[in-house]
C-alpha cells in the first residue's frame, strides 16, 4: 500500500494514500486495534455528525465568521456522507477516548479532505483549502458535538425504526385479539391450570404491553431533542458566535425535518446522558414485554403433538438436521435472544451514564453504540416476528376444547354455590381418582347433574368481552 505523510500536532503519520483522512484518525486506527472488524463507529453516528457539520458551518457562515465558498465545501461534503458515498472513510471502533474525540476528528478530516478534491485539490497538497480544525470544527468541541450526534442519531432510529417495528406488531396483535375474542381457553398461572379466558383477551395483554412501551418510548422523545451543540468544552459556550446555540439547532431541525432545540442547560448536557439512560430503560421495558410474549407463544404453540398445542404458528424451516418433519418456533427464539441482547446493553448503557465526572462523560461511545444496537434489534427484530409469525398465528380450537373441558379449575364456578372447601373437595378427589368435575360433584352429593351443567359453563366464566 502506498501512503503519504500527515501531519498534527503531535508529529508525522504515515495514512494512505488516496484516504480522505489525516494524522489524527490514523493514531486512532494505530493506537486502538481493538476488535477493529466488528465494533466500528456506528454509520447513524457518522451520518448524525454530517447534519450537525453542515447546521454548524451555516450558523458560522451566517455569523459571519465562515466563508461562504468553505460553508457550500462542508455542505457538499456533509451531503455525500449523508448517501454513504464516503462510508469507508470511517474506520474508527468504539474503543477510543471517551468522549469521542477521534470519531469527531475523524469526521473533521474527511469533510476538509474531500472538500480539498472536490474544490480541485490534491490530497498530498500541503495546504488544504479547509481546515478540519479551523474550519470544520469552528465553533465546535468533541465534548458537544459527540452528545449532539448521539441525540440526533437516536431520536432518528427510534422514530424511523424501533416505533414502526413496534407499532406493526402491536397492530397485529391488535387484529388477532379481536378474532379470538370468543374462543374460550383456559388460563394458566404458575404454569397450572387457572379459571378460563378467551384467547383475545390473552392477547389484549400483549397489546397493551406493547401500548405501554411505545408510549414509554414516545415520552422519552422531547429530552432527546435537546441537542448539545454549543456547549463546546465544557458548557459555557467558549470561542462560539452570538446565538449560535439556538441557531445550528434550528438548522439541524430544518436538514433532519425533526423538532430538535438547543438544550437549557449545557453542562448537564455534556457531563450527563440522562436522556439516553431514560430513552434506553424504555426500550429494556420493550424488550421484558418481548420476552414475556414470544416466550408465551412459543409455549402455548409446543408440541404440536405431545406439548400445549393451543396456538398455530407458522412453519419457516426445517428445526433439525437429524430429526425428519421437526419444525421449531424460531421467531421466537430470536425475538427472546434479542430481549435478551436489550436487556444487558441497558447494564452498559446504566454504567455508562453513571460514570459522568465533574465537566464530561467519558462513556459516551459505548452509550450510543449500545442504545443503536438495542433500538435497530427491537425494531427490526418486531418485523420479523411479525411478518414471519404473528401474522400467521391462529387458535387450534380442538385441542384448546380439550383442554378446558378436562381442567379440574373450572371448579371455581362453584365458589358461590357450595363454597370454597367442598368446591375444593371435589378438585382433589376427581384428581385423584381420575374422574370429571361433573361425576365426583353428583358422587359427593354435593350437586346434581343438571344444577352443575347450569352452573359450569367455561364461557360464562371468562368474564365482559
Not at 465526572?357 to 418485523?383: Q, T, W
Request: proline share 4%; hydrophobic share 40%.
Amino acid at each position: 500500500m502506498e501512503y503519504r505523510i500527515e501531519k498534527d500536532t503531535m508529529g508525522e503519520v504515515k495514512v494512505p494514500v488516496s484516504a480522505y483522512y489525516g494524522a489524527q484518525t490514523q493514531r486512532s486506527i494505530d493506537n486502538f486495534k481493538i476488535a477493529q472488524d466488528i465494533n466500528k463507529m456506528p454509520k447513524e453516528i457518522i451520518k448524525a455528525f454530517a447534519y450537525l457539520k453542515k447546521a454548524a458551518a451555516i450558523t458560522n457562515c451566517e455569523a459571519g465568521v465562515l466563508t461562504e465558498d468553505k460553508c457550500k465545501l462542508i455542505g457538499q461534503v456533509c451531503d455525500e456522507i449523508l448517501e454513504g458515498n464516503l462510508d469507508n472513510y470511517f474506520p474508527l471502533v468504539v474503543w477510543q477516548t471517551g468522549s469521542g474525540t477521534q470519531s469527531n476528528m475523524n469526521v473533521n478530516e474527511v469533510v476538509a479532505y474531500r472538500g480539498h478534491v472536490l474544490n480541485g485539490g490534491d490530497l498530498n497538497d500541503k495546504e488544504k483549502v479547509l481546515h478540519p480544525n479551523d474550519d470544520v470544527n469552528k465553533s465546535q468541541s468533541s465534548n458537544d458535538t459527540f452528545p449532539t450526534a448521539m441525540h440526533i442519531a437516536a431520536y432518528k432510529i427510534l422514530i424511523e425504526t424501533t416505533i414502526p417495528g413496534i407499532e406493526k406488531l402491536r397492530n397485529t396483535l391488535a387484529e388477532k385479539s379481536k378474532q379470538f375474542m370468543h374462543v374460550v381457553k383456559i388460563g394458566r398461572t404458575h404454569f397450572m391450570d387457572a379459571t378460563p379466558l378467551t384467547v383475545g383477551q390473552e392477547f389484549s395483554g400483549y397489546v397493551s404491553q406493547l401500548d405501554h412501551g411505545i408510549k414509554a418510548i414516545k415520552n422519552t422523545l422531547s429530552h432527546l431533542s435537546e441537542l448539545a451543540l454549543g456547549g463546546t468544552a465544557v458548557g459555557t459556550g467558549i470561542n462560539t458566535p452570538a446565538n449560535y446555540s439556538e441557531n445550528v439547532a434550528k438548522h439541524i431541525a430544518a436538514l433532519t425535518g425533526l423538532p430538535f432545540i438547543t438544550a437549557e442547560n449545557k453542562f448537564e448536557a455534556l457531563a450527563a446522558h440522562d436522556a439516553i439512560v431514560e430513552a434506553h430503560g424504555a426500550l429494556k421495558t420493550v424488550a421484558v414485554s418481548l420476552m414475556k410474549i414470544a416466550n408465551d407463544i412459543r409455549i402455548l404453540s409446543s408440541g404440536p403433538r405431545s406439548g400445549i398445542g393451543e396456538l398455530f404458528i407458522p412453519d419457516n424451516e426445517p428445526g433439525s438436521s437429524i430429526m425428519p418433519g421437526k419444525v421449531n418456533p424460531t421467531q421466537c427464539e430470536a425475538l427472546t435472544m434479542i430481549a435478551a441482547q436489550v436487556m444487558g446493553n441497558d447494564v452498559t448503557i446504566g454504567i455508562g451514564g453513571s460514570n459522568g465526572h465533574f465537566e464530561l462523560n467519558v462513556f459516551k461511545p459505548v452509550m450510543i453504540y449500545n442504545f443503536l444496537h438495542s433500538a435497530r434489534l427491537i425494531g427490526d427484530g418486531c418485523v420479523s416476528f411479525n411478518d414471519k409469525c404473528a401474522v400467521g398465528i391462529e387458535p387450534i380450537e380442538s385441542n384448546i376444547k380439550k383442554h378446558v373441558d378436562n381442567s379440574l379449575m373450572l371448579v371455581t364456578a362453584l365458589n358461590t354455590k357450595i363454597g370454597y372447601y367442598k368446591a375444593a373437595e371435589i378438585a382433589q378427589k376427581a384428581h385423584k381418582e381420575g374422574t370429571t368435575l361433573k361425576e365426583m360433584s353428583v358422587k359427593l352429593g354435593y350437586l346434581t347433574p343438571e344444577e352443575f351443567d347450569e352452573w359450569v359453563i367455561p364461557s360464562k366464566m371468562v368474564g365482559k368481552i
